[in-house]
Nanobody, 115 residues
């Protein structure tokens, strides 16, 4: 059974930092590409950051310079370090594992940034 479990969300003040984790099980983590998405109320889910199986990262424009994604294949976990947080970063953050057109999702973790 595949499971992706996000953690690390919460309430933080403007300019603060949070580190999200996504622990996976049931997949061969090291060969999966991992993505972080977010969905704010009333908005579509958007891709924030990705890290492929080789460790190459990509970021949405809104995340560049502030967010960093990394992975620990020994722990089957992907991370999203978020710095200089803004109220517009408020959303539910989801991790996604995909390979060969097959994708798995976590349940999401709420991030709220107060102004």
């Amino acid at each position: 059974q595949v499971q992706l479990v996000e953690s690390g969300g919460g309430l933080v003040q403007f300019g603060g930092s949070l580190r999200l984790s996504c622990a996976t099980s049931g997949i061969e983590f090291s060969i999966y590409h991992m993505r972080w998405y977010r969905q704010a109320p009333g908005k579509q889910r958007e891709l924030v950051a990705s890290i492929n199986s080789g460790g190459t990262t990509n970021y949405a424009g809104s995340a560049k310079g502030r967010f960093t994604t990394s992975r620990d294949n020994a722990k089957n976990t992907v991370y999203l370090q978020m710095n200089s947080l803004k109220p517009e970063d408020t959303a539910v953050y989801y991790c996604n594992a995909f390979r060969n057109s097959i994708g798995y999702w976590g349940q999401g973790t709420q991030v709220t940034v107060s102004s």
